[in-house]
């Protein structure tokens, strides 16, 4: 049996190059491109993180994610970024999942980003209709959330969250915390001090690692240190990289 990843997708482009000079129109750099790659990214990534762990995996997502561009400018010396365009983002459409047979499924990944392809009202369903459910959602927390198995997120959006946190919401808590570690339940699982390259895209392959893990042994202390081991991987590269 494969796990499913639900959620919005898009193509993440890193256009790398370099500032010489101030533009004189106004105080701002000139930035001449030298090289662009382009990445399947949110829940696409997630995706794209279980098929380089070995896990058997499916993906339901909008088809069009490829026109939905977030395009990062970044200085290739530095790796400063100065800005993300974002392209077309009101176009993600909406999720089917009463059409998803879940029975064929070992465990459901959840990457919601909150676009509109899924409501509060398909990931209660989604939860009701299987026992192993991880959720990695942008939304603010509340009883919806209460049907999933585990929730993903990582220490800003625990911040803007906490306020709805109920004591069964609370245990179902996995706590990102970037060069921190991971929380869970109160412990705390750090992970080693390295040269942090880029961390985007480190959450999904968090994700990826945890489930890859939990569904062997289903035992999420050894689950969430894997999952911090492969993210610290993928921290130490430039761009959007699978672990």
Not at 32 to 37: A, G, R
Not at 110 to 125: A, M, P
Not at 154 to 173: A, P
Request: hydrophobic share 35%; with cysteine; charged share 20%.
């Amino acid at each position: 049996m494969s796990v499913l990843v639900i959620g919005e997708s898009c193509l993440d482009i890193f256009s790398y190059g370099v500032c010489t000079r101030l533009c004189p129109e106004a105080p701002v750099p000139v930035f001449t491109p030298t090289s662009q790659l382009p990445n399947s990214g949110m829940a696409m990534n997630v995706y794209k993180n279980l098929l380089s762990l070995g896990v058997d995996a499916n993906i339901n997502t909008n088809k069009n994610y490829r026109t939905i561009t977030k395009t990062r400018y970044i200085e290739e010396g530095r790796n400063h970024m100065f800005m993300r365009l974002d392209e077309n983002d009101n176009s993600y459409g909406k999720c089917n999942v009463k059409k998803i047979n879940f029975d064929l499924y070992k465990a459901i990944v959840v990457s919601d980003y909150n676009k509109g392809y899924l409501s509060e009202e398909d990931i209660t369903y989604i939860g009701k209709c299987h026992d192993s459910v991880f959720l990695d959602t942008k939304k603010i927390l509340g009883g919806w959330s209460k049907s999933v198995t585990y929730i993903k997120i990582n220490i800003n959006e625990h911040e803007r969250t906490k306020h709805m946190l109920d004591e069964e919401i609370s245990q179902k808590l996995i706590i990102t915390m970037g060069s921190a570690g991971a929380s869970h339940h109160g412990v705390i699982y750090p992970v080693p001090e390295v040269d942090i390259k880029d961390l985007s895209g480190a959450g999904d392959t968090f994700m990826a690692a945890l489930v890859k893990k939990y569904i062997n042994n289903k035992n999420i202390e050894n689950a969430i240190k894997y999952a911090n081991q492969c993210a610290t991987r993928v921290v130490q590269q430039k761009g959007v990289a699978t672990v």
